[in-house]
């Protein structure tokens, strides 16, 4: 597995917990840690974007933050899931995995050529 998806990853989680942050977060040495772990989440999601293509990336960033949003305000915070609140959310996920599986064709498709 290429590295950039540990990247990838990893912007993920700490964009999880710097909007966990944005909802706790009430002294400011508690608002200056959550400022930290964006800076850290924006010097990793270049890294990402290295070797993957910048749209993949920011769709899989974007896609898990918005769910990882969603499912935090409904069991931590004690939001509500409706109906079409889950199917969205369904279609973010399913445009997450066929991103990512479009992407994986394209790179077959590169090897392919150049091996031949």
Do not use: R
Not at 38 to 46: A, E, K, S, V
Not at 99 to 116: I, P, R, V, W, Y
């Amino acid at each position: 597995m290429n590295k950039a998806w540990y990247y990838v990853g990893l912007t993920c989680l700490f964009e999880l917990i710097w909007v966990y942050g944005f909802n706790t977060a009430d002294s400011w040495w508690e608002w200056l840690i959550v400022i930290a772990i964006i800076l850290t989440d924006f010097h990793i999601l270049p890294k990402a974007c290295e070797t993957l293509p910048t749209g993949t990336v920011y769709a899989i960033f974007s896609g898990i933050g918005t769910i990882g949003t969603v499912l935090m305000d409904v069991f931590l915070f004690g939001g509500n899931l409706n109906a079409k609140m889950f199917l969205f959310v369904a279609l973010i996920v399913i445009g997450v995995i066929c991103l990512n599986l479009s992407d994986k064709n394209e790179d077959e498709q590169e090897a392919t050529k150049g091996a031949a």
